[in-house]
């Protein structure tokens, strides 16, 4: 029983620095990317050991798959979390008789916007969303109006 907690233990905290790595790979600098690196697959040498336990290899297998399954999305859900809004700027293309009526729904609503009318039967909305609810909402409306769109997100320089 000893063994198995330990396993499972070990597949755990494996599987959140495995993900960090992965997260932190993609997302961070050279220094930091390699330090986690080095640390997971580090720790990730303890982990193989343990592979070769005395438990049956079913044993094994269900469990690193559950420990995946579980600790991937917390990882991830914990790192939408802590995710910071950024600004958003939507463009959408809707038919200029709907000009007025879309324009009232961004100001009821607060968002920014600015529009370009001279463009052949069309009308040109720029959108800034600050918050995901901002662009959710925008991007509600342009399918509501049928209106073509994309977004981009803003970048630090």
Same mark, same amino acid.
């Given at each position: 029983?000893?063994?198995?907690? @330990?396993? =499972?233990?070990?597949?755990? =905290?494996?599987?959140?620095?495995?993900?960090?790595?992965?997260?932190?790979?993609?997302?961070?600098?050279?220094? @930091?990317?390699?330090?986690?690196?080095?640390?997971? *697959?580090?720790?990730?040498?303890?982990?193989?050991?343990?592979? =070769?336990?005395?438990?049956?290899?079913?044993?094994?297998?269900?469990?690193?798959?559950?420990?995946?399954?579980?600790?991937?999305?917390?990882?991830? %859900?914990?790192?939408?979390?802590?995710?910071? #809004?950024?600004? %958003?700027? @939507?463009?959408?293309? =809707?038919?200029?008789?709907?000009?007025?009526?879309?324009?009232? $729904?961004? $100001?009821?609503?607060?968002?920014?916007?600015?529009?370009? #009318?001279?463009?052949?039967? *069309?009308?040109?909305?720029?959108? *800034?969303?600050?918050?995901?609810?901002?662009?959710?909402?925008?991007?509600?409306?342009?399918?509501? *109006?049928?209106?073509?769109?994309?977004?981009?997100?803003?970048?630090?320089?």
């Amino acid at each position: 029983m000893k063994l198995l907690i @330990i396993f =499972v233990l070990l597949n755990v =905290v494996n599987v959140i620095i495995q993900t960090i790595k992965s997260i932190i790979t993609i997302k961070g600098g050279k220094g @930091i990317s390699a330090i986690v690196n080095a640390l997971a *697959y580090g720790f990730y040498t303890v982990v193989i050991i343990y592979m =070769v336990c005395d438990l049956s290899t079913t044993t094994k297998a269900l469990i690193v798959g559950l420990v995946n399954l579980i600790g991937v999305y917390l990882v991830k %859900w914990f790192e939408e979390k802590l995710q910071k #809004d950024k600004l %958003w700027k @939507i463009e959408l293309t =809707v038919p200029k008789i709907a000009k007025n009526e879309l324009s009232a $729904e961004l $100001e009821k609503f607060g968002i920014s916007h600015n529009y370009i #009318d001279n463009i052949g039967k *069309y009308t040109l909305f720029n959108c *800034y969303a600050p918050t995901q609810k901002d662009s959710q909402f925008v991007k509600d409306l342009a399918k509501r *109006y049928k209106a073509k769109f994309f977004a981009i997100e803003t970048k630090n320089l």
